[in-house]
């Protein structure tokens, strides 16, 4: 999780896995062990090698161990659901809702297709329209206020059937519901494989970002879903493919090349948490082009005969944009 700075539901109250890691120890290509960082909260003692390390995909280092932030666990917690009528509306009350500053544990998007999908395996009972699920955690006054200021956030995007679920069982369903989207989307076609992309936009242009990836994947002709974790701009496009069929691949290429295509237009990038790997190397290229010589730069020094994860995250300088 520290090699690609994972991150997920919560991350938009507490960070991604930058925001968790204070001082790590790390082997580097030559055997030398480093540690960087202390169990101080903050630091200003010269470059930031922990955050460099952080996301670094496995191309600068191993990282051996970590030392973690620790947060109070939060007394009161009562997760939500609102029904939407469009995607649209639900990404403007997220919007809202994170512009005014209501402390949520969690705001995710899941749209329609995804919910028929986790009905047809009884997994969530949820009318088949886009719904929003959030988390409120706090104390009980604090979280009463948050609720009373949600709940005229969401009706002014034409949010309705607000529920609400505080018992810890019923909650974890809600959220294994959730985890549970690739799984159901694979229910219904078995034999297929089910893909992701995922990119990340600034909040404000996430209502047209998601309409767009929506109109993207009607247009590709695959089968899929799109689950936000709307909170924090992120957002993941799934789509199934036929194994081995050449024409699902180049349809699934051409869906996420305009995903990615958006984001990049909507000043966001081409990833939010799954990385660049191989499969993103000439996205990363058209998002920062200036900084690809410096990554080759930063490589050679930390890894100067390319041993570690060779070929994954940093651009060949002469590569064509993908
Ligand atoms: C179905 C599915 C759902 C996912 N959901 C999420 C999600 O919600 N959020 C998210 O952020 N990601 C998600 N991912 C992407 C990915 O699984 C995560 O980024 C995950 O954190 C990878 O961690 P891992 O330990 O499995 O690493 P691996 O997959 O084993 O490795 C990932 C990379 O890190 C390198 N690496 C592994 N260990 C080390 C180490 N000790 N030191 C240096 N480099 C190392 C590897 O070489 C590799 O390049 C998902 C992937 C799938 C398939």
Known sequence: ???????????VRYGG????????EAVLANGQVIRTG??????????????LLIGSEGTLAVI?????????????????????????AACRAAAALISVGISVTRCELVDAATIAALRAI????????????????????????????????????????????SDPTARA???????????ALLA??????AMTTDVAVPISELPAAIEAARVALDASGLRGGILGHVGDGSFHVMYLLAEGDSKSIAQAAALNDAV???????????TGEHGIGFGKLGYLRREHPELVSLYSGIKSLFDPNGILNPGKLVPEPSAAAG
């Not at 999780?1 to 991350?11: I, L």
């Not at 896995?17 to 790590?24: D, E, G, I």
């Not at 369903?173 to 799984?183: M, V, Y």
Request: charged share 20%.
């Open 173 to 183: 369903r809600l959220w294994r519901a959730r985890h549970n989207a690739a799984i």
């Open 17 to 24: 896995m930058h925001r968790q890691v204070l001082a790590l």
């Open 188 to 193: 219904l076609a078995p034999g297929s494989t």
């Open 122 to 165: 009884g997994s969530l009972e949820l009318e088949q329209v886009p719904h929003l699920l959030i988390e409120f955690a706090g104390s009980q006054t604090s979280v009463a206020d948050d609720i009373e200021s949600m709940r005229d956030l969401v009706e002014a995007e034409g949010g309705r059937d607000v529920a609400f679920e």
């Open 64 to 88: 051996s161990e970590l030392t973690l932030r620790l947060y109070p666990i939060l007394d009161h917690v009562v997760a939500a659901r609102v029904a939407f009528p469009t995607v649209q």
């Open 1 to 11: 999780m520290a090699a690609t700075n994972a991150s997920g539901t919560t991350t």
């Open 38 to 51: 202390t169990r101080a909260v903050k630091t200003s003692a010269g470059y930031d090698l922990t955050n």
């Open 260 to 270: 990615v295509a958006d984001a990049l237009a909507r000043g966001g990038t081409c």
